[in-house]
């Protein structure tokens, strides 16, 4: 795991590609579109504390590897302590990874690659899920909650979020568009 909270009075950034997207609830010193390569997101971890319990987890975001593709989201310049409040955040499995990020480019200038840190959540970990049908995974996302709200609003949120950001993930708006259908049905 990268452990850049030792230092605390240095800036670093971080890579947000789920709920950091749009909820970043840190003091941070800059906030730019970015991307990185050899990662996709997906809705393969469960989430125990947050968007569902553990008597009946819901499913969110985490990133698995995959050559050649880009999971594109939000990087955030920020103070090294940052990082310990998201370690309480997202204790549920994630761990934190070293990773190069893609910042948009700003005034014309051209896209630039820093260092940086993202939370992934491995296959493996206690709360992991795996990979299902589009079809099962919005049944799953329609009925599960949790004490941060319902999960299918997380997967609202996370459509909008990237919608705002001109960002398309069929794998998002998929769900986003079966859980709207599942909840206009009931
Ligand atoms: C994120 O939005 O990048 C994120 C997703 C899951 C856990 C931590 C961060």
New binding site residues.
Partial sequence: MFSPAASRNVKHW????????WRADFPYHERRPAAIRGWTRRFW?GSHDHRGTPGSPGR???LVSQTGTLCA?IAYQVAGDVFEH?DH??KNG?ERVAVDIHLDGERGAGPRRVPGV????PPGNEAFLGPADAEQIAAHIARASGPSGSNADYLFELAAALDALNVEDRHVTELASRVAALEKAS
């Fill in positions: 971080l890579f947000g590609y789920g709920s950091l997207i971890q969110v975001v985490t989201g998201l955040r997202e994630y993202t939370y992934i959540a």
